[in-house]
């Protein structure tokens, strides 16, 4: 199984696979989410992020690039590169450093880093589909295909 995709009625929908997420996702693992503008991706951030245990807040990191989480065995690095002008600003934040053997890394917007940023283990992207959304998971490696089959 290496694709699934499925339909989305609203936000709770969206948290909800954040959250079937995190109950099999293991470090080190790297998302990509993308799609439009409103689509779902930081939503789904949310619920993957306090399903992994953190009790506050999940903001996108919009302006900031990254927002770090600490969770019991898990460094967590969310990632929105929608305003990142150039990937080169990538390496003056040092992106190397959170790609770790015990991080998940979640990035939004991907292709804003380019050249900079280390294969995913897993693709989402989530479109507008009528008044929901559609979600699409591609595992793109071993440890991508084993989530991909553990959520199926």
Partial sequence: MT???FFLDN???TIAVGQKLARHVQAPLTLYLTGDLGAGKTTLSRGLIQGLGHKGAVKSP?????EPYELEGVE???FDLYRLNDPEELEFMGIRDYFTDNSLCIVEWPDKGEG????????????Y????????IKALSEP?????????
């Fill in 116 to 127: 900079l940023l280390p294969d995913a283990d897993i693709h989402i992207h989530l479109s």
């Fill in 144 to 152: 991508g295909k084993k989530l991909l089959a553990a959520i199926k």
């Fill in 76 to 78: 967590v690095y969310h």
């Fill in 3 to 5: 694709e699934l995709t």
């Fill in 129 to 136: 589909q009528n008044s929901g959304r559609e979600i699409h």
């Fill in 62 to 66: 919009t302006y900031t690039l990254v």
């Fill in 11 to 13: 936000e709770d929908d």
